[in-house]
């Protein structure tokens, strides 16, 4: 089962702060993504990554920059950290999209919470 | 664009007894299907996987899929309270790597 972490766990900043949330997986996964998690909204795509140096927008990407720096680790930037991205991180991972290849694993979050 | 919705938001039943989830999408080429499950304050962990109708079952978690009535059903044979949980319906494309997960159902197992 492939193994993916994240940190920090909890993260409180203020408005207009400065966050990056980290990511690492150490299966040599492909495809990595981050998604957020609300009430009522399930998860929702922010941002995914199929290789180092590549970053592809995902479906609620406002507000969000993202790095895949290596294979292994893929980082969310929130540059001016508003209250309405106060909410749970999660970061997944895949082999990639074949058969078989495309369940996606997660990490354990982090809980953001913006003042 | 795809929606998916679940139901119940939640489901409470007895130790022993039969869970069945529910999940309907909008989308009638899907054609990839998981359910996941969600312990407090950590990751998705994947149940079941199904990707054509019928049934597929992953020791106490069986997934019915029913493509033409836009249906997917998880039921959890005799769960424990380690089963509580809130459970995803998640629904792609083979071959894509975008998920549209529902928004959840929240089980609670009584002893």
């Known amino acids: 089962e492939a193994a993916v972490t994240q940190s920090p766990r909890n993260k409180v900043t203020v408005t207009g702060g400065n966050v990056t949330l980290s990511c690492r997986q150490t299966n040599s996964h492909n495809y990595m993504y981050w998604y957020r998690q609300d009430t009522g909204h399930g998860l929702r795509l922010i941002h995914y990554?199929?290789?180092?140096?590549?970053?592809q927008i995902g479906d609620v990407p406002d507000g969000y920059k993202a790095t895949r720096t290596t294979q292994e680790d893929f980082f969310l930037l929130l540059e001016l950290a508003s209250p309405s991205q106060t909410s749970l991180y999660f970061c997944a991972s895949s082999l990639g999209l074949g058969v078989n290849q495309d369940t996606q694993y997660f990490g354990p979050g982090t809980r953001l919470l913006v003042l | 664009q795809q929606k998916v919705q679940q139901s119940p938001e939640s489901l409470t039943v007895s130790e022993g007894a039969m869970a069945s989830l529910n999940c309907t999408f909008s989308?009638?080429?899907?054609?990839?299907f998981r359910w996941y499950r969600q312990h407090s304050a950590k990751g998705l962990e994947v149940l079941v996987s199904?990707?054509?109708?019928g049934e597929k079952e992953e020791g106490r978690f069986t997934a019915h899929l029913n493509r033409a009535n836009l249906h997917v059903s998880l039921h959890i044979r005799e769960p424990q309270p380690s089963d509580s949980a809130v459970y995803l319906c998640a629904v792609s494309m083979k071959g894509n790597y975008k998920y549209v997960f529902g928004a959840g159902t929240r089980l609670k197992v009584i002893a």
């Open positions: 989308d009638g080429t899907s054609n990839n």
């Open positions: 990554s199929y290789g180092a140096g590549n970053l």
């Open positions: 199904i990707f054509s109708d």
